[in-house]
């Protein structure tokens, strides 16, 4: 997969796709990134790239044309896809990152200011996504979530393809309190039963943990695991469902 990003920022990017799994993942051939300034694009010598919105309103915008000279100094590439990194767009689930993962190509735009002058976005027909329901000072961070998110479900990135699908969310569950050596520490202690080496009591403690900590934290997504999963489970999980589903609204 090949990775472009358009940004008033690149400074701020070779670090977070350098490092940990990402960096090794580009550094094997199977990730390819390019960080584009949109700075040297714009026809202003000064190197302005934002102006006053017409109609009135706060702040500045970033305008079209260093956008569109730095889209179009990429190479026409019809099977690139491009997301424009906005509050208003849709939300980064996993649904979309894996859906993102099997792209070849992906065109990132990282707004700044309060946005992006409307005729660069659809000059190129970008995609709107969100990371959340709140605002950053810049797309650049939000880049960066979806560079991450999407990025470790390519085949090969992660040591394990099964890795990621035992994770939280992943599993449609909150993933269940770890502990590592020792077993005692400032007195606290590991629960017995990780320490027994009954390897189905584990699994019954884990899923337990599990169904408690989603139910306390997320009920909603409880509720939707159990609608997809409760008919699969054994007389055992069906238990500890029944119970902790009893006190879930």
């Known amino acids: 997969m090949k ?3 358009l940004t008033l920022f690149p400074e701020m990017f070779p670090a977070v796709l350098s490092a ?3 960096g090794r993942a580009a550094e094997r051939g199977l990730l390819e990134f390019s960080v584009t300034d949109i700075r040297d694009f714009t026809a202003d010598k000064h190197r302005k790239a934002d102006d006053y919105p017409f109609g009135g309103g706060a702040g500045q915008l970033m305008t079209a044309q260093p956008i569109m000279d730095a889209m179009r100094a990429l190479g026409e590439e019809p099977a690139a896809r491009r997301l424009y990194l906005s509050p208003r767009g849709r939300l980064l689930d996993l649904a979309l ?6 792209e070849t190509r992906l065109i990132l735009l990282c707004g700044h200011y309060e946005g992006v ?3 660069a976005l659809d000059a190129f027909t970008f995609e709107e996504v969100s990371i959340g329901d709140y605002v950053l000072t810049g797309g650049e961070i939000a880049a960066m979530a979806l560079i991450d998110a999407c990025c470790r479900l390519v085949p090969g990135v992660l040591g394990s393809e099964e890795s990621h699908r035992e994770e939280s969310i992943y599993s449609g569950l909150l993933e269940y309190p770890q502990y590592t050596r020792p077993a005692s520490y400032e007195g606290m202690d590991v629960p017995e039963v ?3 080496g009954n390897h189905r009591e584990i699994e019954l403690w884990n899923f337990e943990q599990a169904l408690r900590l989603t139910a306390a934290r ?3 997504m409880l509720h939707a695991w159990i609608d997809a999963h409760y008919a699969t489970l054994d007389k055992q999980k069906k238990r500890i469902a029944d119970k902790i589903l009893a006190g879930v609204p």
């Open 3 to 5: 990775i472009d990003i």
């Open 20 to 22: 940990g799994v990402i």
């Open 97 to 102: 990152a894996e859906e993102l993962s099997r």
């Open 117 to 119: 002058d409307q005729r």
């Open 194 to 196: 990780l320490l027994s």
């Open 218 to 220: 997320r009920p909603e």
